[in-house]
């Protein structure tokens, strides 16, 4: 069966990927490309959405495909673990909802570099998180980032949380989930992340650089083909490929 995908975002990069997978798929078809200017009813039709656009116009995206019974797979940034709860919460009343896939993102070593984070963050009390993204990135901190945090904490949970001494400056780091996360925006980047780990005598540091944007083709498409049968509300690539991390809310 060939699965029809309505892509919002197309005229962006991450847009521009993923029609192009999808046009080289033998199993997936563009149904609609929608930009700024489009009408989101164009999505009606759809056996999924690709949502790659940005915070200010995610949150009607997802609203319109779940609305209309539409899976759509979240690629844009800025959803955090509150707002996706209140997501989760208002699909709970219906039934004819479409699943929600929020992949903060699709490159599947970035996946791998947050859930080794999260395995060993039990065993150091000192956790910081470092993430760099060229300069037209308009959130900070990322989604990776902020997903990293909130599996560190939730790995965390009989450990108490991470030691973060003078939280209250500005230079220590946004806190997510207890976790300090410092943001760069600079050119001459793509995107890389940098958990480091702290014990007595020693550091640990798992780090993830994006080199180019084929990195997240497996994902996209994964995600796209697993959305259709997916139902309420997943949060990460992990999810999708096994990994036994902790689940989102539902």
Known sequence: MTIRVAVAGATGKMGRLAIGL?????????????DS???????????????????????????FATGAGIPIVVGTSGWSHDRIAEIAHA?????????????????????????FAALAAPYFD??????????????????????????????????????A??????????LVAGVPVHSLRMSGLLAEQRVVLGGDGETLTLSHSTLSPSSYERGILLALRRAPEASGVVVGLD???DLGLPGSPR
Do not use: C, W, Y
């Open 22 to 34: 999808i046009e080289a798929s033998d199993d997936l078809e563009v149904h609609a490309e929608l």
């Open 37 to 63: 200017r489009s009408n989101l009813d164009e999505m009606l039709g759809a056996d999924v959405a690709l949502d790659v656009t940005h915070p200010g116009a995610s949150a009607a995206i997802v609203e």
């Open 91 to 115: 699909m709970r009343d219906h039934d004819d909802a479409g699943a929600v896939l929020f992949i903060p993102n699709f490159s599947i070593g970035s996946v791998l570099g947050s859930a």
């Open 126 to 163: 000192s956790i910081e998180i470092v993430e760099a993204h060229h300069a037209g990135k308009v959130d900070s901190p990322s989604g990776t980032a902020v997903r990293t945090a909130e599996l560190i904490g939730e790995a965390r949970a009989a450990a108490g949380p991470v030691a």
């Open 165 to 174: 001494p003078h939280a209250d400056q500005r230079a220590r780091g946004q």
């Open 239 to 241: 999810a999708l490929l």
